[in-house]
T-cell receptor, first 114, second 113 residues
């Protein structure tokens, strides 16, 4: 399967600041990456689709001005949580895949906003 | 109606037994189905993918798909304590772009020695 990395693995930030999370595809070129969010004891919810060289597409209810996605190269997508608040504290996970449909997940980034 | 539904469990089985996990989905034209395993605090790990009706076996795991009944299941034979995790059923609904997964709420499996 695909090898996907994320950085940082965990981050603590103060309310009102911005945090950038990186997702890298290590063994193939990923034109599309997905960003998910998982709250405690809940399942994964898709936030947005990151497309290399074009704008991301966001799921209903996800604020695109708050969650900025940049997919500037075929191996890197970044998610920036702007003006973070405690309710943004969550486990953020990216995925990508080579082939028809199978998706492989990065190790995730745990964000805590104080 | 939720798009993908799973028995939330928890499901508890003794070591060596067969664990049976079930999932139903609402979009009749869905074509791609996946089972992921997620350990506490970790990201999901792909276990099985299945696209055609019938059974697909990989080691101790067997995925079963019945599109007419809109259900997909996962059997784990000879369950081990290391299989204790949350199992997520994921579907790519019809008409969506490839790789865009919709997840069920997950079933917590505990395998006790």
């Amino acid at each position: 399967g695909a090898v996907v990395s994320q950085h940082p693995s965990w981050v603590i930030c103060k309310s009102g600041t911005s945090v950038k999370i990186e997702c890298r595809s290590l063994d193939f070129q990923a034109t599309t990456m997905f960003w998910y969010r998982q709250f405690p004891k809940q399942s994964l919810m898709l936030m947005a689709t990151s497309n290399e060289g074009s704008k991301a597409t966001y799921e209903q209810g996800v604020e695109k001005d708050k969650f900025l996605i940049n997919h500037a190269s075929l191996t890197l997508s970044t998610l920036t949580v702007t003006s973070a608040h405690p309710e943004d504290s969550s486990f953020y996970i990216c995925s990508t895949g080579q082939g028809i449909n199978e998706q492989y997940f990065g190790p995730g980034t745990r964000l805590t906003v104080t | 109606q939720k798009e993908v539904e799973q028995n939330s469990g928890p499901l508890s089985v003794p070591e060596g037994a067969i664990a049976s996990l079930n999932c139903t989905y609402s979009d009749r034209v869905s074509q791609s189905f996946f089972w992921y395993r997620q350990y506490s605090g970790k990201s999901p790990e792909l276990i099985m993918s299945i696209y055609s009706n019938g059974d697909k076996e990989d080691g101790r795991f067997t995925a079963q798909l019945n599109k007419a009944s809109q259900y997909v299941s996962l059997l784990i034979r000879d369950s081990q304590p290391s299989d204790s995790a949350t199992y997520l059923c994921a579907v790519i609904p019809g008409g969506t772009s490839y790789g865009k997964l919709t997840f069920g709420q997950g079933t917590i499996l505990t395998v006790h020695p």
